[in-house]
């Protein structure tokens, strides 16, 4: 947000240049430098329609001067001060608009196309919260205080954790090797190597195929996290083959709802077919 200065109001603390409120540039030492009082607006550093500030002695007061010639004094004739939002593009508008602040305030990840696409929501969430290492794992709940046994629910070898779950875990790695063996001759053992791969041109090759491996990622993801919770909660423990059969399940279900990536082209499910039926046995 900026301070549209137009008949000039808090020179010192206001936002209305690109070097943000001066009294931070100049600290307390500000306005004796440059004669202006602590209270004064803006229009206190114009005559006439011309900037009048004291000979610069700083290098501070020497930027604040270049970046005043790019602008134009305040007068009372311009009218009142306003605000102006700032875009991601540096750009400077009257209207507010969440959608663009949101974007320019939030931190971008390289992974946000692997999770965040419209295909099966619920799994999407889980895999949001995975690739942050955000899943309530043992290793995190016991990091929070919480008395719990660190083993793996899944294996009940090694200590539960996002890197061990996807995919360390001997239970994990047979589920995720089954479906990822069909696409990559050395399947990726983390996840943020599936999403370095998968941005890969090779492995996008045939139209539609990133968008069957990021939607197996996340069906894969949301079965084990969905396994551990089970055996925790319910004690009811499934073997490896039923998780598969799952996932296999979900994703017919899913691809067959949606229309080929292009006109002419294989349907989703119909390359989804293909892949199983090339890969090797």
């Known amino acids: 947000m900026q301070n549209n200065v137009l008949s000039g109001h808090c020179f010192w603390f206001d936002w209305w240049t690109d070097l943000g409120p001066l009294i931070t540039v100049f600290g307390n030492r500000g306005p004796r430098d440059l004669r202006i009082p ?5 229009c206190t550093a114009a005559l006439n329609g011309e900037w009048r500030l004291p000979a610069a002695r700083s290098e501070e007061a020497e930027t604040l001067q270049v970046v005043l ?3 134009q004094p305040p007068s009372d004739s311009r009218g009142k001060d306003g605000f102006l ?3 991601r593009q540096r750009s400077f508008k009257h209207k507010f608009s969440s959608k663009t602040t949101w974007n320019f305030i939030r931190e971008l990840v390289s992974w946000s196309k692997l999770v965040w696409f419209k295909h099966i929501p619920r799994c999407s969430f889980v895999c949001w919260m995975a690739m942050l290492n955000r899943l309530p794992t043992k290793d995190r709940l016991i990091s929070w205080g919480m008395t719990v046994p660190p083993v793996c629910s899944l294996c009940s070898l ?4 996002h890197d061990h779950l996807f995919f360390s875990c001997p239970y994990s790695v047979a ?3 089954h479906f990822s063996g069909w696409m990559f001759s050395i399947p990726p053992v983390s996840l943020a190597s599936v999403a370095h791969i998968t941005e890969q041109a090779h492995i996008v090759s045939r139209s539609g195929a990133q968008s069957i491996i990021k939607l197996l990622m996340q069906v894969v993801i949301y079965n084990l996290w969905k ?5 925790i ?16 399940r979900s994703m017919r279900d899913r691809l067959l709802s949606l229309p080929p990536p292009s006109q002419g082209s294989l349907s989703l499910l119909s390359l989804y077919f293909s892949i199983r ?3 090797p046995p």
């Open 85 to 87: 939002w700032c875009s």
């Open 38 to 42: 602590i209270d004064s607006h803006a």
């Open 158 to 161: 090694n200590p539960e954790s």
């Open 175 to 177: 589920v995720w090797t």
């Open 227 to 231: 396994e551990r919770n089970h055996r």
């Open 233 to 248: 909660f319910r004690h009811t423990p499934s073997s490896e083959a039923a998780i598969i059969s799952g996932v296999d």
């Open 69 to 71: 010639s790019t602008m």
């Open 277 to 279: 039926s090339s890969s």
